[in-house]
């Protein structure tokens, strides 16, 4: 199965311009080029969009992203980046919704909410952590792969 540039753009949310900046930075080839231009991407390509939308919202910029994958041993390896990726992002939002509902229920009952409780998840450090997980678990991946 193949998608055209068109499809894999809407499917992604993003737009076909993109796709060919992704393209000219070296970051998303894609998987075929058709007689008549059309650009087609494969599930490999997919793939590796998916990590690329990732690491854009988690913040890194293409250069950062180009590096990790060009890191990346294999497609799984980049996969496991991924998913420790998303844990720690989900794990981040959930500190964030207590940390609301604290606010939230504190000022609800008339009491002062705990300033430290009211800020956690928030701290654009802990949110850097993010971007080196995904270099460590690549680079992990790639010396138990060796």
């Given at each position: 199965?193949?998608?055209?540039i068109?499809?894999?753009?809407?499917?992604a949310?993003?737009?076909?311009?993109?796709?060919r900046h992704?393209?000219?930075?070296?970051?998303l080839?894609?998987?075929?080029?058709g007689?008549?231009?059309?650009r087609?991407?494969?599930?490999?390509?997919?793939?590796?969009?998916?990590?690329i939308?990732?690491?854009?919202r988690?913040?890194?910029g293409?250069?950062?992203?180009?590096?990790?994958?060009?890191?990346?041993?294999?497609?799984l390896d980049?996969?496991?980046?991924?998913?420790?990726?998303?844990?720690?992002?989900?794990?981040?939002?959930?500190?964030?919704l207590?940390?609301?509902?604290?606010?939230?229920?504190?000022l609800q009952?008339?009491?002062k909410?705990?300033?430290?409780?009211?800020?956690?998840?928030?701290?654009?450090?802990?949110?850097?952590r993010?971007?080196?997980?995904?270099?460590?678990?690549?680079?992990?991946?790639?010396?138990?792969?060796?």
């Amino acid at each position: 199965m193949e998608w055209t540039i068109q499809e894999l753009a809407a499917r992604a949310g993003i737009t076909s311009r993109t796709l060919r900046h992704y393209d000219r930075f070296g970051l998303l080839a894609p998987s075929r080029v058709g007689a008549n231009g059309y650009r087609f991407y494969d599930p490999a390509a997919v793939a590796r969009l998916q990590r690329i939308l990732l690491m854009r919202r988690l913040g890194m910029g293409l250069p950062a992203i180009a590096e990790v994958l060009a890191d990346e041993v294999n497609a799984l390896d980049g996969l496991r980046a991924h998913i420790a990726a998303l844990e720690e992002e989900r794990d981040r939002i959930e500190r964030q919704l207590r940390s609301v509902r604290h606010t939230l229920e504190a000022l609800q009952a008339g009491a002062k909410p705990r300033m430290d409780v009211m800020l956690a998840g928030f701290n654009r450090v802990a949110g850097r952590r993010v971007t080196f997980a995904f270099r460590a678990a690549t680079a992990r991946n790639r010396r138990i792969s060796s």
